[in-house]
């Protein structure tokens, strides 16, 4: 049954996938940075006792959280080429020929991600348009985002592989009926 | 030799001739049943008569088989009373004078064995009695449970089984996230006059192209 479905590992990875795996990283890198200002917060207020509230500390927190999600999206792909939310959904980024995405461009890559949410996130349009579906933080960095199940193959589901099967099996037909 | 006493030769006639006119004269059995037999075999010393006998040269002249023969065992046996033998038997003295290693040694076991009809021998012992007398609760006690579940791999096979219902059920979501990617870019593809067939899957190390 499994070798009916279509394989998709190493294919450019569409906007559905996308979307939520950045929904997934935006709630972890989210939850992460409340648990840990807590914290530090906590320990500001009893071990130092320094009231954060007190002082006004919401741009600095702003510039933290702005860090921390630069760290976030970096480091991770840097190290494991994808971020987890990318890695539950299965996706991998990798350079536009396909190679291993160097350090610095992924640092290139999380810098210029807010740039994508521009214009109503505009950016994010040639993840659906593009022949390379690249966002423009991919064109920035020269990356792209593929399917990558790990050691399984990534794969369509069984009825879309039927379609595309029997659209495959038509296309020779029609090209030399017309 | 031939020429006899001719003094003998008359008297041993006239002695014969004497000795059949008394025989002819008495009555033997009158006179038998006159004689005394009871006091005459009470005046015979019979331990002194057995003391001057050589007894080994009569066993071994007697045919003890045919004297054996001529013995009625099971009558012997009925008159013997066993109870009163067994009591005068000492057992403990008996046991302690068995050397029951060298007696065991002895023993074929594999033999003793082969004898036994196990199946009998199964039927008739009451498993349920038997099972109802087992305090399972101590048994259970001593069981080393852990360690038997950790030699049997158990939680390994709980572990693999957990990890690949948890990967079949990502898969199951990717699969139809992936579904998804391709309904809505085959759409936005159709509706740009596009063919997709001029789109490139991925990138060119990561995808091998038909030839």
Redesign the interface.
């Known amino acids: 049954m499994r070798s009916s ?1 279509q394989d ?10 996308r979307v ?1 795996a950045h929904w997934v990283d935006l709630a972890i890198a989210g939850i992460l940075f409340v648990v840990g200002t807590a914290a530090i917060d906590y320990v500001l207020r009893t071990i130092v006792g320094v009231d954060a509230e007190a002082k006004d500390l919401g741009r600095w927190y702003a510039l933290a959280g702005a860090i921390w999600l630069f760290l976030y999206w970096w480091i991770t792909v840097a190290v494991a080429g994808k971020t987890p939310g990318k890695a ?3 996706l991998r980024v ?6 291993v995405l160097p350090s610095l461009r992924c640092a290139v890559r999380a810098a210029s991600l807010p740039l994508s949410y521009l214009l109503f996130g505009l950016g994010f349009l040639g993840i ?2 593009g ?3 690249r966002a423009l933080h991919d064109t920035i960095a020269g990356s ?1 985002v ?2 990558d ?1 790990g050691p ?1 193959t ?4 069984m ?2 592989s039927a379609y595309l099967a029997r659209k495959a099996a038509e ?1 020779p037909r029609q090209a030399a009926d017309g | 030799m031939n020429q006899q006493d001719p003094l003998q030769g008359r008297l041993g006639k006239l002695a014969n001739a004497i000795a059949t006119l008394v025989v002819q004269t008495l009555d033997l059995p009158q006179l038998a049943s006159e004689i005394d037999i009871a006091a005459i075999i009470h005046q015979i010393d019979v331990v002194e008569i057995m003391d001057q006998s050589d007894i080994d040269a009569i066993l071994q002249q007697a045919d003890m088989d045919a004297l054996l023969d001529n013995v009625d065992v099971d009558r012997v046996i009925a008159r013997v009373d066993a109870n009163a033998l067994l009591d005068r038997v000492d057992v403990n003295a008996m046991l302690d004078r068995v050397e029951v290693d060298a007696l065991l040694n002895r023993v074929d076991v594999n033999t003793l064995l082969d004898r036994v009809d196990v199946e009998r021998l199964l039927n008739r012992v009451d498993v349920n009695a038997l099972i109802a007398r087992v305090d399972l609760d101590a048994v259970l006690d001593r069981v080393p449970v852990d360690e038997l579940a950790q030699r049997a791999g158990i939680p390994e096979i709980v572990s693999e089984s957990t990890s690949h219902m948890a ?1 079949s059920f ?2 199951l979501l ?12 085959g759409t ?1 593809q159709r509706l ?1 006059r596009r063919q997709a ?1 001029d ?9 091998v192209e038909d030839v």
Do not use: F
Request: aromatic letters at 6%; glycine letters at 10%.
């Open positions: 479905r998709v590992s190493g294919n450019y990875a569409g906007a559905v996938t939520l539950l959904l299965g990798v350079g536009r020929q396909g190679d659906i348009v022949r390379e579906r792209a593929i399917y199940w399984r990534a794969e369509l589901p009825p879309i296309e | 990967a990502i898969d990717r699969r139809i996230a992936v579904g998804l990617d391709l309904v809505i870019y936005i740009l067939a789109m490139p899957q991925g990138p060119p190390l990561l995808t």
